[in-house]
């Protein structure tokens, strides 16, 4: 079976100020990490995918996440936050072995960008 | 990016009554769908894969009378919420994988909020 974990429910950062929502995964197999998005009442945006290749993986609005295999984590970042980066964030993960079609949602953690 | 229409936003129903959403991609075809539920504070729960052509598989502890999944065609699958009462009440959202794209990072509808009376 497959999770992810996302431990803060919450995240309060200045403004300006670097960010960092952390998430860890558990597969099996090699994963596929995903990072999305979600503002109120609103669906998910795909922010950020790792597949392969450099660990660090650069995405949409200026976010980055690194994967760190040895310690099953991908942690969204980001070097100076803004206030419209405040949203619900979600860390995804898809183990591919077996052709395995499903996707794992973490719990999801509330950015909060304070001004 | 590729995009997914969900049709309705909204929808407030009255207690034993059906209520159909539509899940639509709108630049790509997409062989698999796939519904969640959303409650408040919470994360994603997948309810159902839909499958172009064939019966959805479901997740397990979600009737399958209850959600009744339709996927005629590569650009549209339906929940059909049928006899739906307040616990029902829910975010539910779409997602769908671009056929071909190995990678397979989902594109999401906007959300359909269901309020039943």
């Known amino acids: 079976a497959q999770s992810v974990a996302q431990p803060e429910d919450q995240v309060n950062v200045a403004e300006g100020n670097p960010l960092t929502v952390k998430c860890t995964y558990s597969v099996s197999g090699n994963p596929y990490l995903f990072w999305y998005v979600q503002y109120p009442n609103r669906g998910l945006q795909f922010l950020l995918k790792?597949?392969?290749?450099?660990?660090l993986v650069k995405g949409s609005y200026g976010f980055e996440a690194e994967f760190n295999k040895s310690q099953t984590s991908f942690h969204l970042k980001k070097p100076s936050a803004l206030v419209s980066d405040s949203a619900l964030y979600f860390c995804?993960?898809?183990?591919?072995?077996?052709?395995?079609?499903?996707?794992?949602f973490g719990i999801g953690t509330k950015l909060q960008v304070i001004p | 990016g590729a995009v997914v229409s969900q049709h309705p936003s909204w929808v407030i129903c009255k207690s034993g009554t059906s209520v159909k959403i539509e899940c639509r991609s709108l630049d790509f075809q997409a062989t698999t769908m796939f519904w969640y539920r959303q409650f408040p504070k919470q994360s994603l729960m997948l309810m159902a894969t839909s499958n172009e052509g064939s019966k959805a598989t479901y997740e397990q502890g979600v009737e399958k009378d209850k959600f009744l999944i339709n996927h005629a065609s590569l650009t549209l699958s339906t929940l059909t919420v049928t006899s739906a009462h307040p616990e029902d009440s829910s975010f539910y959202i779409c997602?769908?994988?671009?056929?071909?794209w190995g990678s397979g990072e989902l594109f999401f509808g906007e959300g359909s909020r269901l309020t039943v009376l």
């Open positions: 995804a993960v898809r183990d591919i072995s077996g052709g395995y079609q499903k996707v794992t």
């Open positions: 790792y597949i392969t290749g450099d660990n």
């Open positions: 997602s769908a994988r671009v056929v071909g």
